[in-house]
């Protein structure tokens, strides 16, 4: 069974906020080198999606949100244009 992959485009808003506060007391001597940079650790992030889209760990670091896409199967018709046209 073929399936058709609707193209559609949904905009989904997710804000990420970083305590610099927190960042600034626990790494006080960051690296300065742009192609080695310090990591920080999950405490001083947090994100947030809207509820319709949110899964779990929202607030947090570890956000897992979901998205909609649309498939549906093509017509027996247009399987068969299909066959003709790789022949």
């Given amino acids: 069974m073929d399936l058709e992959l609707n193209s559609s485009s949904q905009e989904i808003d997710v ?7 927190y960042v600034k007391s626990n790494y006080p001597n ?8 310090t990591g920080i650790d999950h405490n ?8 319709s ?3 779990s760990g929202q607030g ?4 897992n949100f979901s998205a ?12 068969y244009l299909k066959i003709q ?3």
């Fill in 68 to 79: 909609r896409q649309e498939m549906k199967c093509l017509s027996e018709a247009h399987q």
């Fill in 30 to 37: 960051p690296s300065q080198d742009p192609n080695n940079p």
């Fill in 85 to 87: 046209m790789m022949q």
């Fill in 53 to 55: 889209n949110a899964v």
């Fill in 44 to 51: 001083s992030q947090h994100m947030i999606v809207s509820n």
């Fill in 15 to 21: 804000l990420v906020v970083i305590d610099t506060d």
């Fill in 60 to 63: 947090t670091a570890d956000l």
